[in-house]
């Protein structure tokens, strides 16, 4: 069975005040292609399908039309919900979309219905689990784990660290599984030794709630979201990455999919396959506003992040030249060279947990501790 692991697209999501769900648009439309081009039975969706809780009706429109694009007419398409999405609201259209073959998993247990009439569809569920046959009688095995804590999976907290209620969430959504089928973990989680861009809203990225590899099965591919860069974590633990260039520190960060095949009883990564689609992210660094006026016009098509090094204030005059040179000019950073300046600290780049500590520290006079961090991030994250 030929599979497709993407994740994290954020429909809806803006950079700065820039729409962008012409670029998403086009990303899923170009993700349908490479399903034709690479006969893909499967499509697994690894959470964060919308920017927010609560997106605007354009970007569920433009989900609702595109998943049905990329299913086709005989595909299959399995989404958990990740961070920033209502696994409630995501799921609640369930009974409607497994009619074109699409199993939403939100955190209220769902069991799917079988489908006859689709080329691969399932043939047995529980709550957390799916399996899936295609036409030639392969199956593959799909643990769904939406991403997970105490507050959206409405369960009491217990005395076990993180890592021990990730060990027994995964635990409940193998209840269907038997030796002989490609496994599959799919689920929205930091694992440690994840590499971050700007663009993750980290409030679990302070180590509250990253998790070990140990936690996952030794036979499963594990098909990850929530990091934006794609990577690798172990030989089948990995990260598909973000649809678009979410933040300028993934300006190198090149956009794929991995295509997979299951083996016998294994899968293995066959290719990852680059996606062209979207503006691309430019950081660019000038010394004084002539030099970036001349460059600028350079980069019609990008969004770009500007540092200028300078000897003296920008002007507003040098601000809006600069701005009319280049349409997709995001950022301006001012670096004025003064000797004796006191550094500026920009707040906007720090996360919770340096926000949290530089504030404790301009109260108590010193650093808070690894567990009141935690403690702060994890409250943080449940009204999030």
């Known amino acids: 069975m030929r599979i497709l692991h993407t994740s994290d697209w954020h429909i809806g999501k803006r950079l700065s005040d820039r729409e962008r769900l012409p670029e998403q648009a086009d990303a899923l439309d170009e993700i349908a292609e490479i399903c034709n081009q690479e006969n893909i039975e499967l499509v697994l969706v690894a959470g964060d399908v919308f920017d927010t809780f609560t997106p605007p009706a354009e970007a569920e429109e433009l989900f609702f039309s595109k998943i049905k694009k990329i299913a086709g007419s005989n595909r ?113 989680l930091f694992v440690a030794g994840g590499k971050c861009s700007e663009s993750e809203r980290d409030i679990d990225l302070g180590g509250a709630r990253a998790v070990p590899l140990t936690v996952f099965p030794n036979q499963a591919y594990v098909a990850l979201g929530h990091l934006h860069r794609p990577q690798k974590i172990a030989q089948n633990v990995c990260y598909s990455g973000s649809l678009l260039q979410y933040s300028f520190d993934e300006a190198n960060t090149k956009k794929s999919v991995r295509i997979l095949e299951t083996d016998g009883e294994s899968i293995r990564t066959i290719k990852e396959v680059p996606l062209r689609s979207g503006r691309k992210l430019i950081r660019l660094e000038c010394n004084g506003a002539e030099e970036a006026l001349k460059i600028l016009s350079n980069y019609s098509d990008e969004f770009v992040e500007l540092t200028l090094n300078l000897n003296a204030p920008l002007t507003s005059y040098e601000t809006q030249s600069l701005k009319d040179a280049c ?30 500590n530089e504030y404790y520290r301009s109260k108590f006079g010193g650093n808070a501790d690894g567990e009141l961090t935690e403690k702060f991030l994890s409250l943080l994250e449940e009204e999030a």
Do not use: M
Request: proline content about 6%; overall charge negative.
């Open 76 to 188: 299959a398409v399995v989404i958990v919900s990740g961070n920033h999405d209502d696994g409630i609201r995501l799921s609640a259209a369930a009974p409607f979309a497994q009619e074109s073959g699409v199993y939403l998993f939100g955190n209220r247990p769902k069991k799917a219905c079988a489908d006859a009439d689709r080329k691969v569809r399932a043939v047995e569920s529980g709550d957390f689990y799916l399996i899936l046959e295609n036409e030639r009688g392969e199956k593959v095995y799909i643990n769904a784990l939406p991403y997970p804590n105490e507050a959206s999976l409405k369960e009491d907290k217990k005395q076990e660290s993180y890592s021990e209620k990730i060990s027994r969430w995964i635990a409940r959504g193998e209840e269907g599984y038997s030796k002989g089928l490609p496994y599959i973990v799919l689920t929205h």
């Open 327 to 356: 349409e997709g000019l995001i950022f301006i950073n001012p670096r004025v060279n003064a000797e004796g300046a006191e550094p500026v600290v920009q707040r906007a780049r720090l996360s919770p947990a340096e926000l949290f």
